[in-house]
C-alpha cells in the first residue's frame, strides 16, 4: 500500500509521521540559509552531549586541589575559580569549555524548531547560556578587580550566573512549545523537560536564599545536576535523530 505524496510519487504506508518529517529536512534547512548534513548534525550533537561529561571530570580534578576549609556542601564551586587558589586553571577550564561545547545544541535546536522565530529563539538562548559560562570562566568571584566603573570580577561572575540559570531555564520551558510540530518531541521528552525545569526553579529558591548559606554549595550542585541532565538527554536525543 502506498500513500500519493504531492509530487504524485507513492510514498510508502509503512513509514512513520517522524521518517517523513525527517525527509523534509534538508529542504527546510535549505530554504532558512543553512546547509547542516546528517554528519554534522550527529558531530554537532555529540559535541553538546559530551560538555556534561567533560565538565564533571574537570571539576572532580579541581576539587582534588580544593584549598583548606573548603566544603562541598556550603561552597559553591566558583570558589574552586578564585584568584590564588590551586585549582583556579582547572576550575575556570571546566567554565570554559563547558560553556563552548554546550554550543553544539543552538543549530540543532533552531534545525529541529524549522528556523523561524522559534528556532532563533532557541538558539540566542543557548548562546547566552554558553556566553554566561565564559564569562564566569573569565571574570572569579571573590575578586574586586574593577571591570567597568562600579562592576568588580565578583559582580560580573554573579552576572554571568544569572545568564547561565536563566537562560538555561528558558530553554527548558520554551523548547517543547517550539518543538510541538515535530512527532519526535511530543512524546516523554516534552514532560521531561517541563520536569526538569519545575525542579530547576524548586531548587533556586533555597539556593539564593539567605536562610540556605550553609547548603549553597549543595544546593548549587543539584542545579547542575538537573540542567546538565537535560543537556546531555536533549543532545543525545538530537544525536539518535541525525
Known sequence: MALRSNTGVGVPAHRTRD??????DRDHVRSNGMRLSRSIRYRLASMAAFAPLYYTSVTARAMRK?????SSTQHTMSRLAARGTSSAKLMNAAFAGYGVLVQG??????????????GRALW?????????AVLAAKYPTRSERQVLPG?????????AGGMTLSSIGLLMALSPRALKERPAW???WRWFSYGMFAATCILTLPYYSRTWLRKRGLFQRSLFVT????????????????
Request: hydrophobic content about 35%; proline content about 5%; charged content about 15%.
Open 105 to 118: 545544541l543552538g543549530p540543532l535546536l533552531h534545525h529541529e524548531a524549522r528556523g523561524g522565530k522559534r
Open 124 to 132: 540566542g538562548l543557548v548562546a547566552i547560556y554558553g556566553l554566561g
Open 19 to 24: 521518517s517523513i518529517d525527517r525527509s523534509g
Open 227 to 242: 540542567t546538565m541532565t537535560w543537556v546531555m538527554t536533549t543532545a543525545l536525543r538530537l544525536r539518535r535523530l541525525s
Open 151 to 159: 562592576i568588580t570580577e565578583n559582580s560580573a561572575h554573579n552576572i
Open 186 to 188: 511530543c512524546g516523554w
Open 66 to 70: 580544593a584549598p583548606p576549609g573548603y
